[in-house]
């Protein structure tokens, strides 16, 4: 289990042709599990950067993101590997759905390789319960709604059951009813399950309804809050 991630002076920088870009700079944050933390600014303003560094997808090129003090990034690749699997939930725009698979088999996709203590078909048919749709566990992708779709996925990041659920524009594909109940999901799962939510988005009024509001632009962190109404350029 890991309780706290702390970034100090954290930056990610991208050379190509001879061209330096700072995508995330001198980013100081700490969080604790059990935050519904969103994460809002207006595009390219860091926040995806960000949440592949918190989600262990990529490194930091200065500064350095300690996971309940360790350093996990200075470890071999199997062990960050294994250290995501256990910890981190990931949830895209893209439902990134196999539309070969069933939604149980999507489900049961990030246990395939791997040993657990646990039934890997119970636990996929808990989590699908668990998100509404234990009725469509046979379904393949193209037989669902978006908004289904994204609560396959959903279900597939919760189903080793994170410290940590990382959600980049969930909501993005989807209509506003349909985005508002994804949401709704996700604050539900934070408060039963006790993960921390980190939620990327570009819609204020879903911000608002998180515990904690981080603004970023051009690679920085603006404010950091708790949640109330905003509003942003």
Request: glycine content about 10%.
């Amino acid at each position: 289990m890991t309780g706290k991630i702390e970034c100090i002076q954290v930056g990610r920088a991208f050379h190509g042709d001879g061209v330096s870009t700072n995508a995330v700079t001198n980013i100081n944050l700490s969080f604790i599990k059990g935050e519904f933390t969103s994460i809002v600014g207006p595009s390219g303003s860091g926040k995806s950067t960000l949440l592949s560094l918190l989600g262990t997808l990529d490194s930091p090129t200065s500064g350095k993101i300690l996971y309940d003090g360790e350093e996990i990034m200075k470890k071999s690749k199997k062990m960050i590997s294994d250290f995501r699997f256990e910890n981190i939930g990931f949830i895209f725009q893209q439902f990134h759905l196999l539309p070969t698979l069933t939604a149980l088999e999507n489900v049961l996709s990030p246990l395939f390789s791997r040993k657990v203590s646990y039934n890997k078909v119970e636990r996929a048919r808990e989590v699908l319960e668990q998100v509404g749709l234990a009725d469509k566990e046979n379904s393949l992708p193209s037989q669902l709604s978006g908004g289904q779709q994204q609560r396959i996925a959903i279900a597939r990041a919760i189903v080793h059951k994170p410290d940590w659920l990382l959600a980049d524009e969930p909501t993005g594909n989807l209509d506003s009813e349909t985005g508002d109940r994804i949401f709704e999901l996700m604050k539900q799962l934070n408060e039963q399950e006790g993960c921390g939510v980190f939620f990327v988005t570009h819609d204020p009024k879903l911000a608002a309804k998180a515990d904690r509001i981080i603004t970023m632009k051009d690679g920085s962190v603006l404010s950091d809050r708790k949640g109330e109404s905003i509003g942003y350029n």
